[in-house]
């Protein structure tokens, strides 16, 4: 079987999002699922957020340095609108990018039974130019779409930028910062445990697999809905801090809540437009809130496909737009580095293709345990924001290059770990990650895939 | 016979212990699970008309699912509002402003 990240396992025992937020999860099984781990806590050292004021024993993470790849800095700015040329005028091959949208836009199923792809918006932009655009079912270059947990790594920057102003550190404990978890374990957790994924709070990422018990669910609509991140604190931990990866929309709409606090209602309220919205130019972001004033962050941002594409230029940038520093100095290399504790995590079906840094997903493979990286078509520094039902933002820094997909699918390629009971056997006739970076690779001259003949390993 | 009737009430003592302790650690997510759906459709259906623009139609195809049945929806589009009943339960969902999208009531 081949490898795909992203949502895996896919009984409809449910009706809903299945899982809506998505693109890695832990899926596990509910709440039963605690337990295991309590492994050794790898730390990721490097340098520091100021103060270390935390407890004694996690490493600190310190900022610096540069990400691995050259940083692109000197170029037309988006911010008003994407400059554009034609695919041949980068460099790429016009015939395989037709190639290419001929399988992202080729209709195999009706909405009624919600077969092959279906496609709502692709976004090519090579060097800084917007080299191919389509759309479908409705939507147009204007409309703010729904990104799923795509939400996820726009949230990462956001918080990037408030560490930037000094308004919190990564080495911070939510304790410091959050009242309703001063007391208890939850108090211990670190910002960049949050980031990582690595809180130890118990929490079940089940959609509607096993909707009652679901931790996700009950945040976004039942129980946790009034004041999600209370809800998230609330549920205490199942692990140490630092010591397990688990995909957890709770981390992230935790560290929203911490945000909230740091910030106050007022200024909270809009800071995720001046912090960086207005700044890059994402003029249709829309970022949904709970009841209590909460941005989620764990999903319910809508954007334009274009707009979407405008976050990955600022990290291909390392933070820096039109000459200003929005993110701190070792921002970028942080959110691109594996999060410690997943090398301690349990490997199975869904985890094995998640290659977790900070709220992004890795093309790295985890060579200890012979893990291949996920997405063998495509150059060992991609990197992506993924989301639910096929929403995805892939960066190449290498090739300059970022692709957004926002689609709609509900039945995947078999490939996709997990997806085997109800899946579309054909990779061109459904959504499949790999087919769609092996097309999208084949337009660029001369790129190398990390590893073109994946392993057949993971989790069974 | 008095025998097995004697083990046959331990048996059923058991399942039934076994079921409250169970019903009882967890009330919260089994209590909490009838308002799921309607609370679901009614946030997801308020973002689809009225942050994405899409028609009645599209976000009904969007947000159908054929495991609960849905009681009623009802959407008021003058005050941007969307209420959905199923199990029992009706929840709605409302439109906040061009930034912040829509939001459970």
Known sequence: MARTPSRRRAPRLFFAPRSLLSAGRSGLSVGLLTGLVGLVGLGLSSGGCGSAAATEEPTPVVLEGAPSFEVRTAREWPTAGWPSATPAEVGLDPAAIATLEDYLFARNGDDVDRRGQRTNAFVLIKDGKLVAERYARGYSADTAMLTWSVSKSIANTIVGCAVHEGLLCLNDTIGQHYPPAVDGGVGSVRVTDLLQMSSGIDWSETYETSPVFSSVMGMLYTR??????????????????????????????????????????????????????????????????????????????????????????????????????????????????????????????????????????????????????PWPAAPADTFAAQGHWGKSIFVFPSLDMIAVRLGDDRIYACDIPGHDDKCEPDPAKAYSKNHYLGLLMAAVPGAVGVGTTPVAKGGE | MRKVLKIVGIVVGLVLAAAATFLLLNWGALSSFPALPSSYEAKELCSCLFVEGRTQGECEAFIRQDVVGIDGRDFDVDNRRVTVRALWSENSAHYVSRRHGCVLD
């Open chain 1, 224 to 373: 946790g809905r009034a004041d999600m991140a209370a809800f998230v604190a609330s549920r205490g931990l199942a692990a140490d801090p630092g010591t397990r990866w688990s995909y957890s929309s709770g981390d992230t709409t935790l560290l929203m809540g911490v945000l909230r606090t740091i910030l106050g209602d007022e200024r909270n309220a809009d800071y995720p437009w001046v912090a960086l919205f207005d700044r890059i130019g994402m003029k249709t972001a829309v970022l949904e809130r709970d009841a209590a004033g909460t941005f989620v962050g764990s999903s319910y941002l809508y954007a334009s496909a274009r707009d979407l594409a405008k976050w990955g230029m600022l990290l291909l940038a390392d933070g820096v737009w039109e000459g200003e520093r929005l993110l701190p100095e070792g921002w970028v290399r942080y959110t691109l580095t594996m999060a410690p504790a997943y090398y301690n995590t349990e490997l199975t079906p869904g985890t094995v293709d998640d290659n977790p840094g900070a709220q992004v997903y890795l093309n790295h493979g985890d060579p200890a345990r012979d893990v291949p990286p």
